[in-house]
């Protein structure tokens, strides 16, 4: 059976509560917009799509391998902006500042994944996290404003001391996402 899932960075209650207190004001805006919910978000490092579940110890130890290279860091989630800009806003997202570390381990992640068969990322890696996918042009001026107003404003921090493992099962109500394994650093 195939599983759909992915490799992320799970973020403290704290700063996820941040994140959705600015989401509910640009909310506010009155944008066509539909919000990844608190309790979904997360920083991507791989998408891995549909995975057999065969494959998942492989993964798993893949990921043992690529995160004991990598000791425990502290990455800041900053500012807001939107690609491919926040004058035209598709995805909303919510900036990474210090990401040095992190994209090294996205690096690493990387290449332990396309060692077992998943196609490398063929755009950079850009450290953000989605936060929200506009549908359509309404409201779309407020919404920008209120993205460019969150430039310098800051989330909080994130100890990164382990990459998680996660499946997500789509529905009508959206999608779910659960912990398959959760992988230490170092």
């Not at 640009?26 to 799509?49: I, M, Q, S």
């Not at 043992?64 to 491919?84: D, I, M, Q, W, Y």
């Not at 990322?121 to 929200?132: A, I, M, N, W, Y």
Request: aromatic content about 6%; proline content about 6%.
């Amino acid at each position: 059976m195939d599983l759909r899932c992915f490799i992320s960075l799970e973020l403290p209650a704290g700063v996820r509560d941040n994140i959705s207190g600015t989401v509910e004001r640009l909310n506010a805006a009155g944008a066509d917009v539909r919000w990844v919910r608190p309790e979904n978000l997360h920083l991507t490092l791989k998408f891995l799509g549909d995975t057999p579940d065969a494959l998942l110890p492989e993964i798993r130890g893949k990921l043992l391998e690529a995160a004991s290279a990598f000791k425990p860091f502290s990455v800041e989630l900053r500012g807001a902006g939107a690609f491919p800009t926040a004058r035209h806003p598709k995805v909303v997202w919510i900036g990474v500042k210090d990401a040095d570390s992190l994209k090294g381990l996205q690096a690493a992640v990387e290449a332990a994944m396309s060692g077992l068969g998943f196609d490398p990322e063929e755009k950079r890696f850009v450290p953000h996290l989605t936060v929200g996918r506009v549908r359509s042009e309404r409201g779309k001026d407020a919404l920008s404003k209120g993205i460019v107003s969150l430039e310098g404003v800051s989330f909080g921090f994130v100890e990164v001391r382990s990459v998680s493992l996660m499946k997500s099962e789509l529905s009508p109500k959206g999608p779910k996402y659960s912990v398959l394994y959760d992988i230490p650093l170092g």
